[in-house]
RNA sequence: UGGGAUGUAGUGUAAUGGUAACACUGCAGAUUCUGGUUCUGCCUUUGGGGGUUCGAAUCCCUCCAUCCCAGCCA
């Protein structure tokens, strides 16, 4: 039963009201319904992930249900391609809303009878104010506005227009349908909000069925209630909107009423979490694609490796409450390694190659050695790895002239290629310009697996592959989008902040063989390089290609750093 | 200068009247066939001021700071 105990974790705000409720009956059939609600209007980026982890979350945590609703309200927005990938992304997080798919969307014949009634009661108008007109009518945030000239109409003439509205009798922004709340509350959303616009667009789901549409303020509650919605949970900036979604929960008619909870959004340092501004950096070829490895959409970070359990640990270490604030990617990046040390099976990859001649070794002699697939995981197992006299080290592994703490290859010292033998330093090979092109070094055979019968230790050990058993494959070194913590911030320009160096290819790596069994989906590590992924767009097994995850700590990098190096 | 919210180590989150804590980051060290992992230790915290109380991060007053709102977007 050790997997039932619970973590004993503090409760969050929102877990809080759901106690309370349900302890105090207030939730009908005691069954929570929670519900995810994006707008199909471009992909879902990792701020969703933490919405979608406290909607789903809550379900499951209470038994409950989540319902995915797409809140498909604005058809020049929205689009078939975002419907999809919202759902494929929801299910890679490891979610099922089951049966209860909904759309805003079909709740359009119920809420056009709503708004039938609203005006029948008196308590909405046709408004024929254009919108600058109605921005004005609208007062300031300090000033109250103004009642709308037209805010007076007669029931049937407001029936009438209406009627001619939904008939595709007026042209686009000539017409408003509008609730008749309080033009001078001093909350702006009260201010006679728009019911519903003109929109002469083909919508994704009911094509050209409507032309017009209903507006969020009015959609969003009502399609809470009819859906039996409990707790309908969203971020900070609705806070405002809470009044507007009361209004509209209590109009006559309307049984089931859920409330409105706020939390504040996820942000994190580096990333930007805008979807118009990720759609400016798709369409103005920053980025290859809403699901380019150095997107923060779900679809890219997929893309780039990482895995869904570390990104709902992440979210969980986040939690949940109403400061708005900036996490740090650091701890994203901790989750990701943290989940992959425990997973990616390791390899060798040499991405910057030396050579490296061992003279002492006999030519053509092949030896294999075993490689563990995971150290932290006995339970991996093994795979075999070539090794033979001439073989690729990486450039980085050796220096002619050792720094203060460089403990790898130079002339003169000994250190370990890992699983085979030690290896010592012994002259350099170079080309005209004075380039390195070559090491020679010698190899002591009592060392084989990597040990010595002495016992003598050695401060380095590197990866390798042998030059005549190498798959050679396109690696792809991601690094992050922006180089500064809030993009932007230093110019008022985020494109100011974009880091040159976020995607460098090199075309061809030196990889162990067994690399080549590696498939879309696997996680792998290339041994004090990294963790990488194999590319699920551009791989193919006769061209293979690598993107890296992230790359392992550095204390070694920060030490040079350290020293100006 | 209207309304709505929020202030706890560098960051995020706990503690709801009774010893301020956990994680990440950073720093130092140990271990290590990955300069990874693991382990140990260290650093730094209740926005300011007043009040209530034996006792305040918590309750009250006040000031300050930050965020959100003036779409026929969501």
């Keep these: ?68 609703r797409l809140d498909d309200t604005n058809p020049a927005k929205e689009d078939m391609e975002y419907i999809n990938s919202i759902k494929d992304d929801i299910r890679w997080l490891g979610f099922d809303w089951g049966k209860y798919e909904f759309y805003a969307s079909d709740y359009y014949d119920q809420l056009y009878e709503i708004a039938i009634r609203l005006i029948k009661e008196g308590k909405a108008y ?5 919108a600058e007109e109605m921005k004005e009518y609208r007062g300031t945030l300090t000033q109250p506005g103004r009642n709308s000239p037209y805010r007076d109409r007669s029931i049937e003439e407001n029936l009438r227009l209406f009627e001619e509205m939904k008939e595709g009798m007026h042209p686009e922004g000539s017409k408003t349908l509008r609730a008749k709340i309080d033009m001078a509350s001093p909350n702006i ?48 900036e609705f806070e405002d909107h809470r009044p507007a979604y009361d209004w509209a ?37 920053f980025v290859t694609g809403w699901d380019d490895p150095r997107m923060p959409t779900i679809s890219g970070i997929r893309r780039k490796g990482y895995s869904p359990e570390s990104m709902k640990d992440f979210v969980s270490r986040v939690g949940v409450a109403k400061v708005e604030g900036m996490v740090d990617y650091s701890l994203m990046e901790f989750c990701v390694r943290e989940d992959l040390n425990k997973r990616a099976k390791r390899l060798m990859a040499v991405l910057d190659p030396l050579k490296l001649v061992i003279d002492n070794y006999p030519e053509g002699q092949v030896e294999y050695f075993e490689a563990e697939n ?39 010292n000994e250190i370990r290629l ?56 396109e690696v792809r070194q991601y690094d992050k989008l922006f180089k500064a913590e809030v993009p932007g911030a230093a110019t008022g320009n985020y494109l100011d902040d974009i880091n040159p160096d976020s995607l460098v290819v090199i075309p061809e790596a030196y990889i162990e063989l067994e690399a080549a069994k590696a498939k879309v989906g696997d996680y792998l590590q290339f041994i004090r390089n990294g963790y990488y992924c194999v590319d699920s767009k551009d791989s193919r097994p006769e061209a293979m290609v690598f993107n890296r995850t992230c790359t392992l700590k550095d204390s070694w990098a920060k030490q040079k750093k350290k020293m100006g190096l």
């Design 374 to 412: 995971n150290p932290e995981d006995p339970e991996a197992g093994t795979h075999s790895v070539a090794f033979t006299r001439e073989l690729y080290i990486e450039r980085e592994d050796f220096m002619e002239t050792p720094v203060k703490g460089y403990h790898r290859l130079y002339p003169g």
């Design 126 to 130: 046709v408004d024929d104010l254009s």
């Design 189 to 236: 959303n009260l201010r006679d909000p728009a019911l519903y616009r003109i929109k002469f667009a083909t919508h994704p789901r009911t094509g050209d069925k409507w032309c017009i549409y209903p507006m969020y303020d009015f959609t969003h509650p009502i399609s809470d209630a009819i859906e039996g919605i409990t707790h309908s949970i969203c971020t900070l």
């Design 418 to 473: 890992k699983y085979a033998y030690y290896v010592t330093a012994v002259k350099v090979d170079k080309d005209e310009d004075g380039n390195i092109v070559a090491v020679h070094c010698t190899y002591d055979p009592e060392s084989k697996g990597g040990t010595t019968p002495d016992g003598r230790k050695v401060k380095g050990t590197s990866h390798w592959v042998s030059a005549d058993h190498v798959l050679k494959a």
């Design 1 to 68: 039963m050790e997997n039932e105990i619970q973590e004993a974790r503090p409760l969050n705000f929102l877990e809080k009201i759901i106690e309370d409720d349900l302890a105090n009956g207030r939730v009908p059939n005691n069954t929570i319904v929670t519900r995810f609600p994006p707008e199909p209007n471009g992909y879902l980026h990792i701020g969703h992930i933490k919405s979608i982890c406290i909607n789903f979350g809550l379900a499951e945590k209470y038994h409950g249900r989540c319902h995915l």
């Design 249 to 285: 929960t209590s109009i006559d008619g309307i049984e089931h009423t859920p409330h409105q909870y706020e939390f504040a959004r996820l942000n994190v340092t580096y990333l930007l979490m805008s979807k118009r501004r990720l759609l400016y950096l798709v369409n103005n070829k």
